[in-house]
């Protein structure tokens, strides 16, 4: 009778030793296997449970510092709120007051004297102390860096104002108060220059049409800060915009990049036409008018900043202050002057657009560079130089046009006059002939030329192979290498004239533009300019020929009488 076993299970946790190996051989292997797949389970199982509780631990480790960081900040500040909820500080603060109350309602001429100078000297500091919070946020923060300008500049007047009203009660002072408001007044000097300095780079910068608000709002903020009206402040923009132009080439110039300069000058050029149409004069007039309709101190943007202290100040500053409304002249800048103006100034920066240009292409040796900058300048002028009204485009164009041609004519001439170095050479090496070597000839089967190496495609073999087959001894090759080169140049210049040709130099489809207009302009470019080319180049390159004939004929009447006229003429 057989004895029954018991199937083998590796979850069994009564199964003994004896049990299993009561099983045949394979069974027990079977179910070592089972035991060793469960137990790596198992133990992947618990590595990842631990590995997850230590990260979790980590973490919490981590949040742990991070609240001791935060609750002894809490601390500090509280510290602090009690040390000034203090019944001796509020005492003090309660006297102070009572004191400050009880002078004035004395009505003591000196005391109120006094109040008023300490009250107006505190301003001046909070008006210096405010601005210079203003002006570090308007650079880090481009966001609002337009409103922060204007409420700097407001700012500025309200400390003006104060200064001319300190400057009246100085009489009689000692000589540490003199001293303290020429400190203040210096450094209210420097805060003002660097406003004026944050607003000329905010009118150099190119903005998109979106973003004019803040070109709007950067004029407003220098009218406020010098009084200016309308004429002078967009006097000031186009000379601001002017230098902004002749500094994009001397930029360049240390960057040795005269594509970005060029580029960005004529933007600017662009810009600009396109900036005073649309803001001068409704837009900054109805700007600067909107700055008269309050008096300063009632402006709800100056009241909100905690730093002037108004609420505690103000009835000290007099009504002369208090009731001040700033006085510019918004309606002295009419259309026609605007245009007028922007088109005497469009005259001298297209002037200084146009040399800066030729002088950065004077730079680029490379006929190609300066097709690509060509194509990059037409592109951004025909898309952008239509747009401004009253201006025809066609003159700025023909403009560039003579620019860029005269550079690339100079250099297709320099290209096209390095055919000579060809008979230099070859003058240079019948004054250097010596009989065996200079007209030597290496043989197609010299034992040396199956040495060479004929590895990344045996290029050495090869052109070893056609110099010998062709007669080219060194002297030969010399001259012909140098050939070789020049024309190399030549026809990347005649491909390039034909990619000119090719090109076409229509508008977007948005901007609806005159059918005469577009064939106008496209014939001058892709038509005139590219036959321009051509003809000046076949005419160098027939020019050149014949000088080098005429200097090989000179050559061969100087050796006609030589001991070696024939090798030389074969040479040749």
Known sequence: MTTQLTPL??????????????????????????????????????????????????????????????????????GSVGEGCGRESIGRGVRGLGKLHGDAGKGGDLKRRELEWIAKLKGMSACALVVGRLLKKAVSNEEDRDKDLVLAAKVLVLSRLLAKSVGDLLSGRAQDDRDAVEELRKKL?????????????????????????GLVQALAAYSLATS?????????????????????FEEDDVQKNEVAGSLRALKLYTTTLLDVQAVVPRRLSEVLANLKTKALLKDETIRELEGLRLDVCEKWFGNEISYFTPYLRHDDL???????????????????????????LQRSSEFKSVVELRTRIFELWIKEGG?????????????????VNDRLSNLLDLRVSKLHLVGTEIEATLGSWQPGISDKHDSLWEERI?????????????????????????PVHRVFSGYKTWRHLIEEIAVLVEQLKKQRWDDDLEDIEDDLVLESRNTAL?????????????????SSYKQLHERIEQLLSKYKGHENIGEIAIYI
């Open 9 to 78: 299970d590796p979850s069994d946790a009564n199964l003994t030793p004896d049990q299993a190996f009561a099983h045949p051989l394979p069974l027990i292997r079977q179910f070592h296997r089972q035991l060793t797949t469960t137990l790596d389970d198992k133990n992947a199982r618990l590595r990842t449970l631990v590995g997850g509780s230590y990260r979790q631990l980590l973490g919490t480790a981590e949040t742990i510092l991070e609240m001791r960081k935060e609750i002894q900040v809490v601390e500090d500040k509280l």
């Open 189 to 213: 000097a420097i805060l003002r220059r660097r406003l004026l300095r944050t607003i000329e780079r905010v009118l150099q910068k190119v903005e998109t049409e979106d973003k004019r608000e």
């Open 228 to 248: 200016s009206g309308g004429k002078d402040v967009l006097r000031h923009f186009l000379h601001i915009r002017g230098e902004a132009i002749a500094l994009a």
């Open 334 to 360: 009419d259309v026609s002057h605007a245009a007028d103006t922007l088109r005497g100034w469009s005259k001298r920066a297209s002037e200084v657009l146009l040399q800066g240009l030729a002088q950065d």
């Open 387 to 403: 747009k401004a009204k009253g201006f025809d485009p066609s003159i700025l164009l023909d403009g560039l046009r003579k620019v």
């Open 450 to 474: 199956l040495n060479m190496e004929i590895s990344n495609g045996a290029a050495t073999f090869k052109e070893a192979i056609i110099s010998r087959s062709h007669g080219r001894n060194d």
């Open 526 to 542: 892709s038509q005139e300019d590219p036959q321009m080319l051509q003809d000046e180049l076949d005419s160098k390159l027939e």
